[in-house]
Each structure stands twice: as structure tokens, then as C-alpha cells.
């Protein structure tokens, strides 16, 4: 599976922004996907992650309730939307896959797009 990453930009605090993922392959419908972020000098940290079947997703406490995570499998896609967006926010944003179950742990993705910059000034 290849990701590809976009959406991000620059937004004022208070703002939103939606990120798109676009996967290719045909086992995308049977991969449990999920954004990272990386701010400067940070760890990659997990944001969100969602099952094959979006029944299950789950959050990092600091975007909980701020953001949401979906996915359409017709159109082998993944989407974050984010709101009410702050400057902890700016990073840059990954989309990542696996097989075997939603994980909020880097190591256990397979696949990772190659990120969209998000910054949010104050």
C-alpha cells in the first residue's frame, strides 16, 4: 500500500482543517490506518486511528473532541478533520497503515505517507 498525504497549510488559531489520504492498492479495505504528527524537534506522536471497517477509532487525549478521524473504503481514503485548532497543533502530519488491529504505536505501521505541513499561527 502507497499513502499520500495532503491537505495542510497554514490557519489561523480557532481554525480548520481537513487532511486527505489517498492510498493505492488493493488491500487498503483490510488496513487499519491512523495519523501521526511531528513537530520540530518532537517525537512522532500519535493523533488518531481507525479500524478497516471505521467501527472502532480512538484519540490522543490532546485532539480528543477537537478532531476526527474517518475513512471511505469505496474511494480508499482517509480523512482527519480538525478543529478549533491551536499552534500546539503545527507538525507535520502522517498517515500510516497496518494490518492486525488499530494501534496507537509507531513501530507496529507498515505503511507511511510521506506527510503535509500544518501550521497554525496564534
Known amino acids: 500500500v502507497q499513502l499520500q498525504a495532503s491537505g495542510g497549510g497554514l490557519v489561523q488559531a480557532g481554525g480548520s482543517l481537513r487532511l486527505s489520504c489517498a492510498a493505492s492498492?488493493?488491500?487498503?479495505?483490510?488496513?487499519?490506518m491512523a495519523w501521526f504528527r511531528q513537530a520540530p524537534g518532537k517525537e512522532r506522536e500519535f493523533v488518531a486511528a481507525i479500524s478497516r471497517g471505521a467501527t472502532t477509532t480512538f484519540y490522543a487525549g490532546s485532539v480528543k473532541g477537537r478532531f476526527t478521524i474517518s475513512r471511505d473504503n469505496a474511494k480508499d481514503m482517509v480523512y482527519l478533520q480538525m478543529n478549533s485548532l491551536s499552534p500546539e497543533d503545527t507538525a507535520i502530519y502522517y498517515c500510516?497503515?497496518?494490518?492486525?488491529?488499530?494501534?496507537?504505536?509507531?513501530?507496529?505501521?507498515?505503511?507511511w505517507g510521506q506527510g503535509t505541513q500544518v501550521t497554525v499561527s496564534s
Open positions: 500510516a497503515g497496518r494490518y492486525g488491529g488499530t494501534s496507537d504505536v509507531k513501530s507496529q505501521y507498515d505503511y
Open positions: 492498492g488493493r488491500t487498503f479495505i483490510n488496513n487499519d
